[in-house]
């Protein structure tokens, strides 16, 4: 249109963009990107000081960037991340890309970036033989065409007011047991081998290396949002370390007194007497009024040792975004609840590698997969299989959403029976 100015006419065209693997350079400027696509508020120089800490160790191999090079020159536009985790899923512990630092520059976005850049880091990642990828998801609305699902859910920013002595009286306790209160940094040793056992069985954990643990207990000024520097409750058994807790504390006062409050970033316990001396160590500190947890799993035993339920009111925040990144793979390495045999009809625009029809033959070792010709019992998208696949979220509420097909009556209800876990997934750490 005449008089418009030239750069309104290229936004609106969808295009091949040329997306190619970066390195330590190009990090400054895909995290410049992200930055300001996700409206991050610190100077990209801060920025870059914190995330280096995590990608120098672990590389920049996986880095992706989508380039604007039409002028003659190179502007990276878009960028994806991902980090090689060792994630437990269902069958336990295995490699899965844990997809982050996702964003297009804004004057660039519905054009077709973020999807040339999914397709590319779908393919580098079953090229290197992850059978999954997983994320936190910005938006809800994000992901599903890329073939996520949401696979977990957890409690967030549960908080109970005037805690003290809020227990149950007949919570599990153990007076063998040893609580401590020390600086993280003297009791890391002991944070890791609980947390390495608790993470090894938790489907939805990933590995903590030693870079991420230095990211969890980093604790500079700008991570304590004017709270107290970090403390380590630690409770031990005659056999060791058993649970522990990483919180922060913030004095307040009010003209009817103390009003300190206690904010929980991880709590991790490997018995129930373990969880009620962690829980009395928070909910009786003196001075506070009010304990506030980060993420708890969504079958945390919290709940259960208030003698009201309603003293901690609980949401669920759909946090682990699943992709089966090779469907007849992740199928076959998972053991399942109940026998179930049936063929599967899975769509999958964004890797095709695992679109057609899939017979499954599964009992609680695991499952034989095998692609077929077969007339399809059910017919979905591989984010359906992804959301189901740590065994909390039911397909049969895709099937009463008119959202999946089931040609074979009872096959959905089945396969949910199969894939279901006891334990509620739980991840915990945004990454
Ligand atoms: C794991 C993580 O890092 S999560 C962080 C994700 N990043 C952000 O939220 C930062 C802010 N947002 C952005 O940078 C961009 O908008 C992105 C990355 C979300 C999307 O990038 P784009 O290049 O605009 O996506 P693209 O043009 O490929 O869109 C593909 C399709 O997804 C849709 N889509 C993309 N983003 C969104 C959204 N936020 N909400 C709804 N639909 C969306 C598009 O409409 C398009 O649909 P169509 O194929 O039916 O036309």
Excluded at 131 to 142: D, K, P
Excluded at 179 to 191: H, S
Excluded at 397 to 421: C, K, M, Q, V
Aim: proline share 6%.
């Amino acid at each position: 249109m005449a008089g418009e100015p030239e750069e309104k006419t290229v936004n609106t065209t969808r295009r091949e963009w040329t997306v190619r693997h970066g390195d330590r350079d190009d990090y400054a400027e895909a995290m410049r990107v992200v930055g300001q696509a996700l409206l991050f508020g610190e100077e990209l120089e801060a920025l870059l000081e914190r995330s280096r800490l995590l990608h120098d160790v672990m590389g920049y191999e996986r880095l992706l960037v989508a380039v604007d090079d039409s002028e003659g020159t190179e502007e990276i536009i878009g960028s994806a991340n991902h980090f090689p985790f060792e994630m437990t899923m269902p069958g336990g512990p295995v490699p899965v890309a844990g997809v982050t630092g996702v964003g297009v520059w804004p004057t660039y976005r519905r054009r077709g970036v973020l999807s040339a850049i999914m397709r590319r880091q779908l393919a580098d990642i079953h090229e290197q033989g992850v059978r999954y990828a997983a994320l936190w998801a910005s938006e809800g609305s994000i992901y599903e065409r890329f073939g996520y699902g949401v696979a977990c859910h957890e409690m967030d920013e549960i908080s109970i007011s005037s805690p003290h002595d809020v227990l149950r009286a007949d919570a599990p306790r153990d007076p063998d047991l040893k609580v401590v209160l020390r600086e993280p940094a003297a009791v890391r040793a002991d944070l890791e081998r609980v947390h390495d056992a608790f993470a090894s069985t938790r489907v939805g954990q990933f590995r903590r290396t030693e870079p991420w643990w230095d990211r969890t207990l980093r604790d500079t000024p700008d991570r304590r949002e004017g709270r107290s520097p970090m403390m380590a409750v630690v409770v031990y058994g005659a056999e060791g370390p058993l649970g522990y807790a990483l919180y922060r504390t913030k004095a307040r006062w009010a003209d009817d007194g103390a009003q300190g409050e206690v904010y929980v970033q991880e709590i991790v316990a490997t018995a129930p007497a373990v969880w009620t001396a962690l829980f009395e160590h928070l909910f009786n500190r003196d001075l506070v009024s009010r304990v506030e947890f980060s993420f708890l799993p969504a079958d945390c035993p919290l709940h259960h040792l208030l003698p009201d339920r309603g003293r901690a009111p609980a949401k669920l925040f759909p946090s682990l975004w699943v992709r089966l990144v090779d469907v007849p793979g992740a199928l076959s390495e998972r053991p399942y609840a109940a026998a179930f045999e049936g063929v599967l009809e899975v769509a999958d625009r964004y890797a095709p590698w695992n679109a057609g029809r899939w017979r499954i033959k599964a009992d609680t070792d695991g499952a034989r997969v095998e692609a077929t010709d077969a007339a399809p019992d059910l017919s979905l998208d591989v984010h359906h299989l992804g959301s189901a696949h740590l065994g909390r979220t039911s397909l049969t509420g895709y099937l009463r959403a008119g959202l999946i097909t089931e040609h074979t009556p009872g096959t959905t209800a089945r396969l949910d029976t199969a894939l279901h876990r006891h334990d509620a997934p739980f991840c915990g750490v945004i990454f």
